[in-house]
C-alpha cells in the first residue's frame, strides 16, 4: 500500500526497482558509508535514495512543526483554533491524504489551540459560561452529524473538502476582516454579558459543529460573529467564549472521528513517524496558543497579526482553487 505520509518509505523505494535481488543485500547497514558495497540492479543509488528520503523527512517533519507553532500563535489572540491553516499544512506540506485521520488530527492540534488560549482568557473573566452552554446545544449535535457526513463522503473527501473550504476561507476573509476592524480597541473593552437569544446562537453553533467536523477546524470564525450578533458580549469576551465552546465541542469531534476511521487511516495514524510528530505537534501547538494569547494582543500590533493572517488564508485559497481547477480540467 501506497504511504500517505512524508514522502516514500524504504521499502517503496526498493520496490521500484524492478528485478533487483534485494534479500540477500538486507544484511548490510543502510547507511551511506556502505553504499559501495551493493552492486545488483544499481543498489548503490538505491541506498542513496533512501538515506536522502530519511533526511528530508527529518526536514519535512522540522517544517511542519514550525508552521503549526507559528499559526498556534497567530490564531490564538483572534479567537481560532488554526485548522483552517493546520489542514493544508498536513495536506500540501506534509503529504497527507484529506480524510478522517487528517481531520482529527488538524482538531486535536485545535483542541490544544482552545485550551491553551481558552484558560488564559477565562482566568482573565473574559468569557460567558451562559453563552457558551447555549452555543454548544447546537455544536454538539453539529459535530456528530459533521463526522457522519466524513464517512458518507468516503473517497469523494478531498473535492468536497476544498470546495467547502474555499468558500469558507473566502467568506472568514471578509467577515474577520470587517470585524477586526470595528473592534480596533478590543484590549480596552470590558467584559460585558446580558441578553442572550438562545435559539438562533444555537442554529448557528450548530452550522459550526458540522463544519469543525467537515473541515477538521474550530469553527471559531463562526462562533464569534454569532456570539457578537446573539448576544452582548464585546470583542475580547466573545473571543474567550468562542475558545470556551471549542474546549468542548473539538473534542468530541476528535473522539468521534477516531471512531469513524478505516483501518489503513488507523494504520497511517499509527506509523512511527507520525507518532513522532504527535507528541511534538502538540507541545509547539501548546506553547504557540499560550504565547499568542499571552503577549500576542498585548505586543504585537494588531495590523501585523492580521496582515500575516489574512496573507496566509489567502495562500490557502488560491492553492485549494488551483487544485480544483486542474481536477476540472481547466487549468
Known sequence: ????????????????????????????????????????????NLMNNIVQARDMDVMTLALVLGLVFVTSLLFAPLGLGGGLLFVPILHYVGGWEID????????????????????AHRQEG???????NSALQGAIPGVLIGVLIVVLLGDKMDLTFKVVAAL???????????????????????????????VPLAIGSGIGGILSSVLGIGAGI????????????????????????????????VITHSFALSADQLAFLAD????????????????????GAKIGLKYLPTKAVMGVFFSLLIIVLIRYILDLLTKFNLL
Open 100 to 119: 478522517g485521520g487528517l481531520l482529527m488530527v488538524s482538531l486535536a492540534l485545535t483542541t490544544v489551540v482552545s485550551y491553551g488560549s481558552g484558560l
Open 272 to 291: 512511527e513517524k507520525i507518532l513522532l510528530f504527535g507528541p511534538s505537534a502538540i507541545i509547539a501547538t501548546f506553547f504557540g496558543a499560550r504565547i
Open 168 to 198: 469558507m476561507i473566502s467568506w472568514s476573509i471578509q467577515k474577520t476582516w470587517v470585524k477586526i476592524k470595528g473592534d480596533a480597541a478590543v484590549n480596552s473593552e470590558e467584559f460585558v454579558e446580558g441578553k442572550i437569544e438562545g
Open 126 to 132: 473574559h468569557w460567558s459560561a451562559d453563552a457558551r
Open 1 to 44: 500500500m501506497k504511504s500517505q505520509g512524508f514522502l516514500q518509505t524504504p521499502q517503496e523505494i526498493i520496490e521500484e526497482y524492478n528485478g533487483c535481488s534485494v534479500p540477500q543485500y538486507t544484511g548490510y547497514p543502510l547507511i551511506p558509508e556502505h553504499k559501495g558495497e551493493y552492486r545488483c540492479c544499481g543498489l548503490r
Open 222 to 253: 463562526i462562533y464569534i460573529p454569532l456570539l457578537r450578533q446573539y448576544t452582548t458580549l464585546k470583542a475580547r469576551a466573545a473571543i474567550g467564549t468562542s475558545f470556551g465552546i471549542m474546549m468542548v465541542v473539538v473534542p468530541v469531534a
